[in-house]
């Protein structure tokens, strides 16, 4: 059912939930282990104070509010409250080296930033002579700032402070400018990964994001009774679907953890409806029910394979048509054995669970699945605003990520491109008009994605630009192999070469917690991760690993050889974005010597 949405701004939605609800809970904030919560009037009141203080310090209408933190409650109170006095919000990664945050503080002309600690400050001041728009910096966690300039760097209470002081003085300005707002305004602003260049800043309407909030509930059948864990960065697209966008329109709640070291306990305790995890976030929670299983042993171990056997069958067949045998092994294996693994990783509540951001291994799917887990893939770009694609837990197609969501048209281009249309289609990138024509053209968002249709829903085959022609001209879709192989516990990345080469190589990164773990138990010894992947016996096993990836490949695209890296790929050494994307044309530069070595006698 397609819901019926106020034609109204975020910021608009915000004033309209402390009117319907506001003593019901919006937000809960995890500090030193105690949930605090935050009804819907106080998030209004604390978000329009903010706002003021930013109209106190300058901040004109369309004026650009960069944050540079971790998930808190702060981090929405700005961005809520620069969007209640009509100016544009720029997320920025906490985790961005200063050179990459100077980057976006420039490009988007920030004139506020607002930083959660004294870590974030010193990016932005070591590369203040490059900043020559920014005119102070908001400091959310005050520790270890006194000796920093006042008329630089101010807390965020006192930007608070200075809001209250404004509403004395100037009581109507935020009912002024949400009077004078419309859906045709921009509200938020989302770098792009920058996997194969500078990043581009992807301009969201009011209008995208509404349009977003009708495909998300529509599709993900959410309702003001759904709680949700934000823990992923909110300058990402995908978090902001279900952090702001969808909560503002339904008056959900959303929880804070502590921090992004405390996810996975923070997930118990909140037990969440429904939750969002890129791959690399569902290829570690696998491998740390692989590991609790190897811990496990006995009887325990045989008791889970036995029963992920007998269920894997029919992982996919939705619960309602399966047979009285079928129902009868999922409620014993979920009694005995899955009830407490999904305790373990915090779902044991979860209604709907999400994949997307990147492609994922359908082994990985299946497992959680098979788990009980009630595991969608989902299919959406920063250009269109989040999910515009999404499967349905009563019709999964495997390898699919679902067929449109509402509002949503669809086509396939030149090559096989996934073309989109609709009111969720970004507004184009900010101080780069060639790169937004190349992106639109006629009303069709080019989206860059080759797919391929499967019982009337889309599968992503690889990145246009990413496909692989062999020295004996055949194409190959590197993603699909990298996510074969990355369906091994013991693999944590992959990145695969072939482009005019006689057979498939590929530089493999083993998964370092779960390697250690088995090495344990083979009594190799290690020092580091290093003289881990130099032990031949780890050698041995990772080969195993890539034969039965091989088995089910096409023969053309079986990895012939690989090269082990002996260090973690790191966003600080330019190999993986903010998002840990691999940024394929740095590490080929990079290892062109190891890979030079792949093919020294081919």
């Known amino acids: 059912m397609i819901p019926t949405l106020p034609e109204l701004t975020l910021p608009q939605m915000l004033r309209e939930q402390a009117r319907l609800r506001p003593d019901r809970t919006a937000v809960r904030q995890k500090e030193f282990g105690i949930w605090r919560p935050l009804s819907w009037a106080r998030y209004f009141e604390r978000a329009s104070h903010f706002g003021l203080g930013l109209t106190a310090l300058g901040v004109p209408e369309k004026g650009h509010v960069a944050v540079l933190s971790e998930n808190r409650v702060e981090w929405v109170l700005a961005q809520l409250g620069a969007g209640l006095v009509g100016a544009v919000t720029v997320g920025v990664y906490a985790t961005s080296p200063a050179v990459e945050v100077a ?169 969440p409806s429904m939750f969002l995890g890129v791959p690399r976030i569902w290829e570690k929670l696998a491998s740390s029910i692989h590991i609790k299983t190897m811990e496990a042993g006995g009887l325990r171990k045989k008791l889970f394979d036995g029963f992920y056997a007998a269920c894997e069958p029919f992982a996919e067949v939705p619960p309602a048509e399966r047979t009285l045998p079928q129902r009868v092994t999922a409620w014993l294996a979920h009694v005995l054995v899955f009830r407490a693994l999904l305790n373990f990783i915090g779902l044991r509540r979860a209604k709907i669970a999400l994949t997307g951001a990147a492609p994922i291994s359908p082994k990985i799917v299946r497992f959680f699945r098979t788990l009980g887990v009630p595991l969608i893939e989902v299919y959406g770009a920063t250009e269109t605003s989040g999910l515009v694609t999404a499967q349905k837990l009563d019709r999964l197609v495997p390898g699919s990520v679902g067929a449109a969501a509402a509002g949503v048209e669809l086509k396939r281009g030149d090559f096989d491109e996934l073309l989109v249309k609709g009111d969720m289609v970004f507004a184009g990138y900010y101080k780069n008009e060639a790169a937004t024509k190349a992106a639109i053209v006629d009303g069709w968002l080019h989206t860059g994605d080759v797919v391929a249709e499967i019982d009337g829903e889309y599968r992503i085959v690889d990145r246009l630009k990413d496909i692989m022609i062999t020295a004996g001209g055949k194409n190959l879709s590197p993603s699909e192999i990298e996510n074969t192989v990355k369906a091994s516990p013991y693999v944590k990345e992959c990145i695969v070469i072939g482009e005019a080469k006689k057979y498939v190589s590929a530089l493999i990164q083993i998964d370092f917690e779960t390697v250690s773990k088995w090495a344990e138990e083979q009594g190799i010894a290690f020092t580091h991760f290093r003289s881990l992947v130099e032990n031949p016996k780890v050698r041995e096993m990772i080969e195993h690993e890539v034969a039965i990836a091989n088995a089910g490949l096409a023969q053309v695209s079986h990895i012939r050889k690989f090269h082990l890296l002996t260090k973690e790929l790191d966003h600080d050494d330019d190999e993986v974005t903010a998002t840990m994307k691999v940024r394929r044309s740095n590490i080929q530069t990079k290892y062109a010597a190891e890979i030079a070595g792949l093919y020294a006698s081919a």
């Open 103 to 271: 980057y976006v503080l420039g490009h988007c002309d920030a004139e506020i930033v607002v930083c959660e600690d004294q870590e974030q400050v010193d990016k932005v001041l070591e590369k203040r002579h490059e900043l020559p728009r920014l005119q102070r910096i908001v400091v959310i966690e005050t520790k270890g700032m006194r000796a920093y300039p006042a008329d630089l760097v101010l807390s965020f209470a006192t930007v608070e402070e200075l809001g209250r002081a404004e509403e004395r003085d100037r009581p109507r300005l935020v009912e002024e400018r949400l009077a004078r707002q419309t859906l045709a305004d921009i509200g938020l602003m989302i770098y792009t990964s920058g996997s194969t260049g500078r990043p581009k800043g992807a301009m969201l309407s009011w209008r995208n994001l509404r349009a977003e909030a009708i495909a998300v509930i529509e599709r993900l059948g959410l309702d003001a009774d759904t709680s949700h864990l934000s823990y992923l960065p909110l300058c990402h697209v995908a978090e902001q679907m279900l952090t702001t966008v969808a909560p503002l329109h339904l008056g959900s709640r959303i929880d804070f953890g502590e921090s992004l070291r405390t996810v996975q306990e923070d997930l118990r305790e909140v037990a």
